[in-house]
């Protein structure tokens, strides 16, 4: 029988002006980044964090920590290859990735086939085994004022 696992992430971060704004390992046209220690891809940051649960791994914070200035400014597709790694390790491998951005701004549609495409590369799938999403909060909370955006996801992993 396969040995399977499930596992899941958060991240939420604040919109700022005067940075990029990157989601997935992607740079989307926006007047606005999102503040973080590294580039601020909740995207990837949720993804990692859903890896790192399904491998009996600790939090992301653990291994890139906000306080190190090795990661400050760091493109975070770097931090998911490590993490994709350490899953490996562990003789972990990606069987599928779900997840949803939560933002009223900007629009993602015309950008979720390029996220995809980036991720199925990072995680070493087929584009079919990942899924990005993204919905409104209907004007409510945090990501319905536009103060910033968040994003879950759900990985299983296999080995
Ligand atoms: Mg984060």
Known sequence: MTDFRVGFGYDSHRFTPGRPLVIGGVVIPYELGLAAHSDGDVLIHAVCDALLGAA????IGTY???TDD???NVDSTVLLEKVVAL???KGW???NLDCTLILEKPKM????DAIIDRLSQLLKVDADRVAVKAKTNEKMGFTGAGEGIAATAAVS???
């Open 109 to 112: 549609k015309p950008h979720v």
């Open 70 to 72: 090795m990661w400050k």
């Open 157 to 159: 992993l296999v080995r």
């Open 87 to 89: 899953a490996a390790e």
């Open 64 to 66: 890139f920590p906000d």
């Open 93 to 95: 491998h990606v069987n």
């Open 56 to 59: 009996g791994l600790k939090d």
